[in-house]
């Protein structure tokens, strides 16, 4: 298998004062990369960025291409070329669609979605022209599974999926990789208080990090990079039955009533209110 050294590359990570992000640049900086991190919390951030040693940070808000434009712009200023975009910033807010306001729901498809393809197009515009470069899209199971209490989540994670599939193919010539990384529920503060379904355990940021590594080091471009594997199965099986056949297996797995009746909602109030704020 083709093995590409992360050594001397130069990485940029949205959403990386803590969580996935930061564990995705601690785990780029052992390879050797110059990681760049950004985040709107320009405080934690800061912090995280003294904690791991990256190479750059800059506080960043995803939904305003001129500033998400000055960090990459600011990156190369300061590290060399982009040579690998993770575009990981995302909010998840969770509970009832009816009780659930409109600048919510805005917020969850700009910083999910928008975020995501500003990301992207922005890192295009400096990969395409040298040939080279790799992007790596953070997605969900849960773009791929419809869960109560998730709805708007839901719609954000499976826009992201389609989208990197067509822009890895109108850019399948250019030289610039894409990767979408589908985790399950990881033990972070976005996933505080949920209850996944039945036989799917949550998993640890470092499995995101260890499936995010490998795909950079393959050199090669990763459709679906499913976190934990067995997740991946689960869903894949599922598309070849008949929808309301799917929809029987997740009520018996649990699935459809894990998040509004059987998760512990009241736990997540600190995190739906900081990331709720417009």
Known sequence: MMYLSLSGRVVAITGA??????????????RGA????????????????????????????????ASFRLFLLETEKQLGPLDIMINNAGIMPTGPLLEESDTVTRRILEINTFGCMTGTKLALALMVPRGRGHIVNLASTMG???????????????????????????????????????????NTELATGIKGPKGIRNI????????????????????????????????????????????????????????LRDSDLASRRAYDDRVGRS
């Open 204 to 259: 640890e940021p470092a499995d995101v990090a260890a499936a995010v590594v490998d795909a950079l080091e393959s050199g090669k471009s990763h459709p679906r990079i499913y976190v934990p594997r067995t997740f991946g199965i689960l869903l894949n099986l599922q598309r070849v039955l008949p929808l309301a056949v799917a929809e029987a297996v997740n009520r018996l797995m649990g699935a459809e009533s894990a998040v």
């Open 144 to 186: 791929e599974a419809s869960v109560p209490g998730l709805v708007s989540y839901n719609a954000s994670k499976a826009a992201v999926i389609r989208f990197s599939d067509a822009a890895r193919l109108e850019f399948r010539s250019s030289g610039v990789r894409f990767s979408t990384v589908l985790p399950g529920a990881v």
């Open 17 to 30: 004062a803590r969580g996935i992000g930061r564990t995705l640049a601690k785990a780029l900086l052992a």
């Open 34 to 65: 110059r990681v760049a991190i950004a985040d709107i919390d320009a405080d934690t951030l800061a912090r995280t960025a003294k904690e791991i040693s990256a190479n750059f940070h800059q506080p960043v808000d995803v939904t305003d291409p």
